[in-house]
T-cell receptor, first 112, second 114 residues
Framework: GDSVTQMEGPVTLSEEAFLTINCTYT??????LFWYVQYPGEGLQLLLK?????DKGSNKGFEATYRKETTSFHLEKGSVQVSDSAVYFC???????????FGAGTTVTVRA | EAGVTQSPTHLIKTRGQQATLRCSPI?????VYWYQQALGLGLQFLLWYDEGEERNRGNFPPRFSGRQFPNYSSELNVNALELEDSALYLC?????????????FGDGTRLSIL
C-alpha cells in the first residue's frame, strides 16, 4: 500500500540552525507530495507541495524537492526560528485517490 | 477567505454517550474529509464526503458515521463512545477530488471521553 516514512523526532535545534527532515514514500501510482505543519493547539496547515518529479515546493523559507529516483521528499530550512517549533508531517496523495497518507510526524523544537 | 471551521472546539462526553462534530468547508469546496488524530496512532483517515454522498471510509467501526448537507457542510457522529475515541478530530476540505488539490484543515475538535 501507499505509505510515508519520515525521520523520528523529537528534533531540538538552536535558532539559525539548519533543519532537515527526511521523508521517503512508497506508492503504487504517481503521488502528489505535501508537507503539513501543526503548531501547538492548532490544526494542520499546508506548508508546501510538489505534484511531479523534480518539482520543488517552497514556502516560509522551507523547501522540498520531489525525487522520484530516490522516492524522497526531504524538508529543509537554512535558518530556523523559535516560531518554527511544530510537528511536521510528510504526506502523499495518489491521483484520483481520496485521502492523504501521513507520515508519523516529526516534532521540532527550536530554542532561542 | 474563511478557512475550514469546526465546532465545538472541545467536547467532553462519558462512555456510551453520542457525540456530534460539525465542519464547514471553505466556500466552493465540495469534498470534506474527516481524520482522527489519536495519541500514539498518528493521523488516520475516517470518512470522505463529496457532493453530498459518502464516498469512502477508513478502517473504523460503523458507530462512526456522518453526513454532508446540501451546502457541503458536514457532521461526524460517534455513537456508543468508548475511552479510546478520545482524540483530536480534524476536518479538511478540497476543491474536488483531484490529485493536485491540497486538503485544507480546520483546527479540530478535541473529544475527551471520561
Amino acid at each position: 500500500g501507499d505509505s510515508v516514512t519520515q525521520m523520528e523526532g523529537p528534533v531540538t535545534l538552536s535558532e539559525e540552525a539548519f533543519l532537515t527532515i527526511n521523508c521517503t514514500y512508497t506508492a503504487t501510482g504517481y503521488p502528489s507530495l505535501f508537507w503539513y505543519v501543526q503548531y501547538p493547539g492548532e490544526g494542520l496547515q499546508l506548508l508546501l507541495k510538489a505534484t511531479k518529479a523534480d518539482d520543488k515546493g517552497s514556502n516560509k523559507g522551507f523547501e522540498a524537492t520531489y525525487r522520484k529516483e530516490t522516492t524522497s521528499f526531504h524538508l529543509e530550512k537554512g535558518s530556523v526560528q523559535v516560531s518554527d517549533s511544530a510537528v511536521y508531517f510528510c504526506t502523499l496523495k495518489i491521483f484520483n485517490d481520496y485521502k492523504l497518507s501521513f507520515g508519523a510526524g516529526t516534532t521540532v523544537t527550536v530554542r532561542a | 477567505e474563511a478557512g475550514v471551521t469546526q465546532s465545538p472546539t472541545h467536547l467532553i462526553k462519558t462512555r456510551g454517550q453520542q457525540a456530534t462534530l460539525r465542519c464547514s468547508p471553505i466556500s466552493g469546496h465540495t469534498s470534506v474529509y474527516w481524520y482522527q488524530q489519536a495519541l500514539g496512532l498518528g493521523l488516520q483517515f475516517l470518512l470522505w464526503y463529496d457532493e453530498g454522498e459518502e464516498r469512502n471510509r477508513g478502517n473504523f467501526p460503523p458507530r462512526f458515521s456522518g453526513r454532508q448537507f446540501p451546502n457541503y457542510s458536514s457532521e461526524l457522529n460517534v455513537n456508543a463512545l468508548e475511552l479510546e475515541d478520545s482524540a483530536l478530530y480534524l476536518c479538511a476540505s478540497s476543491l474536488d477530488r483531484g490529485a493536485n488539490q491540497p486538503q485544507h484543515f480546520g483546527d479540530g475538535t478535541r473529544l475527551s471521553i471520561l
